[in-house]
């Protein structure tokens, strides 16, 4: 069952601003061919439009970026986050993990923009985390896979990028994201388990 969500709905669910919700959608989506056509239609969102504009909303409001940064960054990161499964398909289409991505946990995104806006970006997956005592000294070992990401431009990054820009914790962010809209995960039974 697909289920379509509206501007009000969301901003409610979010506790986001309806105003700034609208903003983001202007900014993160393409236009709606309906809203232009019919004076009072209120758009409707499929449930990966909405996480598009949750994101891009994220990178404004709480990473800091501009409009256009943050643009740039869901441009870059759109195949690559959909080949990891961000992405919420109620008709059950999900393409499984490949490879070393079928052992990842949790995913980071580091981000860095240049002095002259050239963007790199890498995710970190993180595989798991062991405890054990180094020298008497009780220490975490974290097992992690680095992969650079590449825009259009070909840019792309490497761990030493690992320090500079802005983390976002892509992971954390889609499983808030499922929380608040399918909490009993009636439309995403899929995404109830890693």
């Known amino acids: 069952m697909v289920k379509f969500?509206?501007?009000?709905?969301?901003?409610?669910?979010?506790?986001?601003?309806?105003?700034?919700?609208?903003?983001?959608?202007?900014?993160?989506?393409?236009?709606?061919?309906?809203?232009?056509?019919?004076?009072?239609?209120?758009?409707?969102y499929y449930v990966d439009d909405a996480f598009t504009v949750?994101?891009?909303?994220?990178?404004?409001?709480?990473?800091?970026?501009?409009i256009p940064e943050a643009r740039m960054i869901l441009s870059t990161t759109r195949e690559w986050m959909k080949s990891r499964g961000f992405q919420l398909d109620p008709r059950g289409n999900r393409k499984p993990r490949k490879g070393v991505d079928v052992y990842i946990k949790s995913y980071a995104l580091f981000i860095a923009l240049s002095s002259a806006k050239r963007l790199t970006v890498f995710a970190r997956g993180t595989i798991g985390r062991i405890d054990y005592q180094y020298e008497d000294f009780p220490v975490t070992k974290e097992i992690y896979v680095d992969q650079p990401i590449v825009g259009e431009n070909g840019d792309g990054a490497g761990r030493e990028t690992a320090g500079a820009g802005k983390i976002l914790l892509i992971s954390q962010l889609f499983d808030q994201f499922r929380r608040v809209l399918d909490p009993d995960g009636e439309f995403f039974p899929g995404l109830l388990k890693p």
């Open 54 to 66: 949750f994101v891009g909303g994220h990178l404004v409001a709480e990473l800091g970026f501009s």
């Open 5 to 44: 969500y509206n501007n009000r709905e969301l901003s409610d669910k979010f506790g986001v601003n309806l105003a700034r919700w609208k903003r983001w959608a202007r900014e993160f989506l393409p236009p709606d061919p309906l809203a232009g056509q019919q004076a009072g239609y209120a758009r409707q």
